[in-house]
């Protein structure tokens, strides 16, 4: 049973832990924020498993749990959990996709393995199973109407988002003996893991983060191609766009320089910029 002690925790670990998402939440109407809260909620205890868990096979353990307690939920039987109790509630009420949720966890291995993604592609691949599921998930969520369009923004929005967090953390994940560049174009551009670890950018490296901010662009344009045929319902869930924008500039500023401090920083005007794009009925 869900209790509003439930409800307070996820809309608290949302807002300490993904405030660009609690952010977008705050434009969807009100009955749909305490289903984007739980699913937000829900993505927070699969992304943060590496970071609690170090050894993989720990980790693992902990994916399939939260397979179990999907499985569960859409049973009508989640454990004593207060994410789980919300997410179940969620897609009780919603009637969320469950291919949704099986292609998040599945990809969500790849964190284990702590290795780069062989290939641009590969990396691609798990931007659109991390991210992308968890867009059209919260389109579900705000009931918006399933069209070619939709989906073709849901896609583009969640492989632009992740391929901006994941540059934004490089120093982060370089620490924690993770990486997410891609390692054929990592060695393309000479750069090693070990020079990245060492904390220190390279005109390299530079260039490499800047051929997938370009990329991230490019998947932002695309989905802003078919503006006109998504509903405006869907906006909430969309926003993540114009958040990647303002992350991107700071990373133009910073000359594509992953460790530069203010790439770790909300961009400037974050919230106006969600209000104005918000009020113009763009993303």
Known sequence: MVTPGHLTYCKKRVRQFDQDRYLTALFAPEESRQGLYALYAFNLEIAQIPEIAREPLVGEIRLEWWRETIAAAYEGT??????????????????????????????????QERRPPASADELKIYAEATSSNLVRLALEVLGVPKNAATEKAALAIGVAWALVGLLRAVPFHGRDERLYLPRDLMETAGVS????????????????????ADEARACLRAARQVAAEVPATARPALLLGALADGHLGVLEKAGYNPFDPRVQKPPPFRELRLWLRARRGKY
């Open 78 to 111: 989640p454990p004593e959990h207060a994410v789980a109790a919300c997410l179940a509630e969620t897609i009780r009420t919603h009637g969320l996709t469950r291919s949704c949720f099986d292609r998040l966890l599945d990809a969500r291995s790849f964190d």
């Open 193 to 212: 893991v070990r020079q990245i670890r060492s904390g220190k950018s390279t005109p390299a490296l530079e260039g490499l983060v800047h051929s997938l």
